[in-house]
Nanobody
Framework: QVPLAESGGGLVQPGGSLRLSCVVPGITFSGYAMGWFRQAPGKERDFVAAIKWIDATTYHENSVKGRFTISRDNGKNTVYLQMNSLRPEDEAVYYC??????????????????????WGQGTQVTVSS
């Protein structure tokens, strides 16, 4: 079991910023990648961003490119999602996920939910004036 603890969600006005954090407490993460996903009410869980652990290569969903940035701090076992220029359509529950082994689905591996083994509880991001 890989416990994931997200934090940083909240209420923000359109155009504002938030930084989400995801800590893998108590252990050193040596898996393949970490990702952020989001799920709005009544919708499927969608890919937002991912970071390959060994070399910090990043991947971002097209609608968040230039606004969101995923990063990691190895020493703190923490992955961040910096979200700028937030829009109402970004409102969702954001989930951190861990990919602990080589991807089972190779095509667009970073965005495939099936490749992620462990999930956090989620943190709510509300974008409203």
């Amino acid at each position: 079991q890989v416990p994931l603890a997200e934090s940083g969600g909240g209420l923000v006005q359109p155009g504002g910023s938030l930084r989400l954090s995801c800590v893998v407490p108590g252990i050193t993460f040596s898996g393949y990648a970490m990702g952020w996903f989001r799920q709005a009410p009544g919708k499927e869980r969608d890919f937002v961003a991912a970071i390959k652990w060994i070399d910090a290569t990043t991947y971002h969903e097209n609608s968040v490119k230039g606004r969101f940035t995923i990063s990691r701090d190895n020493g703190k076992n923490t992955v961040y999602l910096q979200m700028n220029s937030l829009r109402p359509e970004d409102e969702a529950v954001y989930y951190c996920a861990a990919m602990t082994r080589f991807p089972r689905q190779i095509s667009n591996w970073w965005a495939a939910l099936v490749n992620y083994d462990y999930w956090g509880q989620g943190t709510q991001v509300t974008v409203s004036s």
